[in-house]
Each structure stands twice: as structure tokens, then as C-alpha cells.
């Protein structure tokens, strides 16, 4: 939806939407957010869950495994995810747009890390499919996973991506066997070009 966002405001698309709306004179911040909300509600109708969502929950729930969100949505959408399609998954702390400052920094990362009694995010792992995701993540400490499409696959050789998967349910494998990154560890131990590759055939 960025793009359609950016062309409600009248932004080029290298300007961060939420940095411009925050820039704005108040008396505009509103009706400039009013915008975005209504792109974002509409979206709602058409939402679906990314494949693997429900077996990963599941999972990380047999686990004992906390969840928390960090998010760019304010909550209206976040919840109707949700309620619609994860009831009984508690999710704690939520962070959206109104906490600040937002992704790419580090904040709402280490706020998580914070409310879970941890003194930093080293234990965390950053799941995305944005660059603010996965800088998010990096710049708080955490590990970072980013699931591949045909819209980010550019990222995943991107310096701040630890692991790449191409569905949410791979992640199960993943923490079963041990994470692996390669953030700073100077070689792939994931064939990051062959899934990048692999995401824009199917563009």
C-alpha cells in the first residue's frame, strides 16, 4: 500500500511516509494520517494471513515462545489480523505507529526487549519483509529474517539480513535446529542469491 499512500500525500517515493506526515505543520498531521488510515482500512477487506502463519504460531505457542509486534499500522488493521486470523495468540507489547520514534530505529525493538525484563535485544528475532524490518532489527541487536517475495528479493543479501525464508512456517525448522545468521560473519550459511533469484522469476 506505500505506494498508493505516498500518491494520496504527493510524495515522491523516497520519502518516508511517516517522516513527511510528522514534518507537516500539526493543523495537517491529521488529515494527512486521515489519509493513510483509510488506505489501511479498506486494505483490510482483502487482507489474508502470509502461508505458514497459523503452523508457526502454533509452534512458537508449544514452545513458549513470547510474541510481541512492531508495526508502521496504527491498530485498527494490526487487530483486525489479529482477531480475524490468529485468535488465541497473545501478542505483548503491540507497537504501532504511535509509538516513537518508529522502524527503521531500533526503539520499539528494544522498548519489546525492554518490557520482557531483557537488558537488550540479543536474544530477539526481527521477522519482516521491509528494509525497515530488517534495519530495525539490526541496529537493535536482534537477528533478522526476512520473508522473500518478488518485491524485496533485492534485500536478501542486504547487509542487515540475517536469514531468509519464503514462508513463515520455515522458521519452525529454523529454531528447531539452531538460528544461523550471516550478518557479520562474512559468507552466505543461506543461499540468499538463489532465493532472490528465485523471487523475481516469479515476478
Given at each position: 500500500m506505500f505506494g498508493e499512500m505516498r500518491s494520496a500525500l504527493g510524495i515522491a517515493k523516497s520519502v518516508d511516509i511517516l517522516d513527511h506526515v510528522y514534518s507537516l505543520p500539526k493543523d495537517?498531521?491529521?488529515?494527512?494520517?486521515?489519509?493513510?488510515?483509510?488506505?489501511?482500512?479498506?486494505?483490510?477487506?482483502?487482507?489474508?494471513?502470509?502461508?505458514?502463519?497459523?503452523?508457526?504460531?502454533?509452534?512458537?505457542?508449544?514452545?513458549?515462545?513470547?510474541?510481541?509486534?512492531?508495526?508502521?499500522?496504527?491498530?485498527?488493521?494490526?487487530?483486525?489480523?489479529?482477531?480475524?486470523?490468529?485468535?488465541?495468540?497473545?501478542?505483548?507489547?503491540?507497537?504501532?505507529?504511535?509509538?516513537r520514534p518508529s522502524k527503521p530505529d531500533p526503539a520499539g525493538i528494544l522498548h519489546i526487549a525492554s518490557t520482557w525484563g531483557l537488558p537488550d535485544a540479543a536474544n530477539l528475532i526481527m521477522v519482516g519483509d521491509s528494509i525497515d524490518d530488517m534495519t530495525a532489527g539490526y541496529r537493535a541487536g536482534a537477528a533478522t529474517v526476512l520473508l522473500v517475495n518478488e518485491v524485496n528479493a533485492h534485500l536478501a543479501t542486504h547487509e542487515h539480513t540475517d536469514l531468509c525464508i519464503r514462508r513463515?512456517?520455515?522458521?519452525?525448522?529454523?529454531?528447531?535446529?539452531?538460528?544461523?545468521?550471516?550478518?557479520?560473519?562474512?559468507?552466505?550459511?543461506?543461499?540468499?542469491k538463489g532465493l532472490a533469484e528465485e523471487a523475481l522469476k516469479r515476478n
Open positions: 495537517q498531521q491529521e488529515e494527512a494520517m486521515a489519509k493513510i488510515r483509510d488506505i489501511e482500512r479498506n486494505a483490510m477487506s482483502s487482507q489474508t494471513p502470509q502461508a505458514g502463519l497459523i503452523d508457526l504460531m502454533n509452534y512458537v505457542d508449544s514452545r513458549g515462545v513470547r510474541k510481541g509486534i512492531c508495526t508502521r499500522n496504527f491498530d485498527m488493521p494490526v487487530n483486525h489480523l489479529i482477531e480475524t486470523f490468529m485468535q488465541g495468540h497473545r501478542f505483548s507489547p503491540i507497537i504501532t505507529r504511535e509509538f513463515l512456517d520455515e522458521l519452525v525448522h529454523v529454531l528447531e535446529n539452531g538460528f544461523v545468521g550471516v550478518v557479520g560473519q562474512g559468507e552466505d550459511s543461506v543461499d540468499a
